[in-house]
């Protein structure tokens, strides 16, 4: 149980185009997930906090119009790097929280986003 | 944004060997977690801690949770090669209940 999947694992864009990530929670349901972006040999930062039915909250610094989060439901959460540039390739990692579990925290696989 | 103090950066040791690491925080927290995680790949849980003073075991591996709810430390007795990784403690507390990652822990285990 608590699995979490991503989709794509990996994409190669060229820059100035816009890249969607899914993230979905395969066995239970998370009203709330999680963003985070992680640079090579370095720890995960939060992106933005993803609410189903309402706004994300963005991190300090986070550029809201430029990745575009969607809590569509509760399994799926999206989100899009729109008009992406070389500086946002890095590891994007999502992570959702159970309804039934408010302290735990389950991860994704990963995205590789690689912009050309 | 907000990291939490991890040491040491990296360990390179002997198969068979038992390995400590610690975090450290300046903030109270309500909730201690350990990940490990494997190259490409996203974090897995290892141990959740839920009570200051809480010592927890998953096989091998034994964590707990500072009295002063501001550090935690992970030890993995008897390492194998597969524990080879990266290993992140991460705290939630405070107003926002935020997860906040350690700076992580690079493990290598020469069989």
């Known amino acids: 149980g608590a699995v979490v999947s991503q989709h794509p694992s990996w994409v190669i864009c060229k820059s100035g185009t816009s890249v969607k990530i899914e993230c979905r929670s395969l066995d239970f349901q998370a009203t709330t997930m999680f963003w985070y972006r992680q640079f090579p040999k370095q720890s995960l930062m939060l992106m933005a906090t993803?609410?189903?039915?309402?706004?994300?909250?963005?991190e300090q610094g986070v550029e809201k119009d430029k990745f575009l989060i969607n809590h569509a439901s509760l399994t799926l959460s999206t989100l899009t790097v729109t008009s992406a540039h070389p500086e946002d390739s890095s590891f994007y990692i999502c992570?959702?929280?159970?309804?039934?579990?408010?302290?735990?925290?389950?991860f994704g696989p990963g995205t590789r986003l690689t912009v050309l | 944004g907000q990291q939490l103090n991890q040491s040491p950066q990296s360990m390179f040791i002997q198969e068979g060997e038992d390995v400590s690491m610690n975090c450290t925080s300046s903030?109270?927290?309500?909730?201690w977690l350990w990940y490990k995680q494997d190259p490409g790949e996203g974090p897995v849980l290892l141990i959740a801690?839920?009570?200051?003073?809480e010592l927890t075991s998953n096989g091998r591996l034994t964590a707990q949770f500072g009295i002063t709810r501001k550090d935690s430390f992970l030890n993995i007795s008897a390492s194998i090669p597969s524990d080879v990784g990266i290993y992140f403690c991460?705290?939630?507390?405070?107003?926002?209940?935020?997860?906040?990652f350690g700076t992580g822990t690079l493990l290598a285990v020469q069989p």
């Open positions: 992570s959702a929280r159970p309804d039934t579990s408010y302290n735990e925290q389950f």
């Open positions: 991460a705290g939630r507390g405070g107003a926002t209940n935020k997860l906040i």
């Open positions: 993803s609410n189903e039915g309402s706004k994300a909250t963005y």
């Open positions: 903030s109270i927290f309500n909730t």
């Open positions: 801690l839920y009570k200051a003073g």
